[in-house]
C-alpha cells in the first residue's frame, strides 16, 4: 500500500530508540524526512545514521533537544519548522511507591508526559490546520487502561494527555489533522529492560526470570517487535487514515482483559 505521504515532513521527539526510532525508520522508509529529536547525542547520532544508511534518499535531522524544556522545543521546530507529522514520545519514570514522590517528582512526570507534548501540538497544529494536512501522534502506555499500581506517575500523568486530546481532535479533523493516542503494551525496548531492572530485588527472581515470566503473560506469548509498532505508527500518519481521530489505540499483543 502507498501510504501517500512521501515528501511530507515529520518531527518526532524520542526518536534515538525503541518505538520512537522505529516510527522514525518507518516514516523514512515511506519518502518523509525526519527529524529526530532526543536527549542524548550518541545514540541518536548512531540512530540518524542507521536511518540514513537505509533510506539515503530522504532527510534525516538529528537534534539534541528535550521535550519538557523550551529550548529543546524551539531547537527542535529550528530544524523542523512546518511539520506535517508529529510524534510526542518521552521516557516514563521507573515504578515506585506514591508515598515516596514529591511535588518535584509529579511535576517532572507531568511535564514530560503530558505539558510537553500540548505544548509541541500548540505549537504546531495551527500551521498542520492552515496546510490541510496534519497528523499528531502520542505513545502513551496501556497503563491509561490498565492501570499499575507502581506507575502511578505514569498513570496519572498520561491520563491527562489523554484526556486533553480527546478534546482538540474533534476540533482539528475537519482540517484533515487527526491526533491519537497510541497505547503500547510490552515490547522488547530498552526501556522494558530498565522497567524490568527496577523490579528485581535481593530475595526474589532474577532479570532473567522476570523478563521470560513477563513474556509469557502475554497472549501473543511474545513482546511486541518495535518494527510492528513503527509500522502501525506509519498507517496512523498516511492520507487513508484521515477519519482515524481521538482515539486510545492499544498495540500490546491481546493483553488488554476487556471486550471494549
Known sequence: MDLGIAGRRALLFGASRGMGRACAMQLAREGVDVTLVARTEGPLAEAAAAIRAACPEVQVT?????????????AALEACPAPD???N???????????????????AAIDAMMLGPIEMMRLTVDGMMARRFGRILNIVSRSVKIPQHELGLSNGARSGLVGFTSGLARQTVQHNVTINNLLPGLFATDAQRRHVASLVSADGPGFDALWQSREAAVPARRFGDPAEFGAYAAFLCSVHAGYITAQNLLIDGGSYPATY
Do not use: K, Q, Y
Open 62 to 74: 538529528a537534534v539534541v533537544g528535550d521535550l519538557t524544556r523550551p529550548e529543546g522545543r524551539a
Open 85 to 87: 507529522i508529529l510524534l
Open 89 to 107: 514520545n518521552a521516557d516514563g519514570p521507573l515504578p515506585g511507591d506514591f508515598r515516596d514522590w514529591s511535588r518535584d517528582d509529579w511535576m
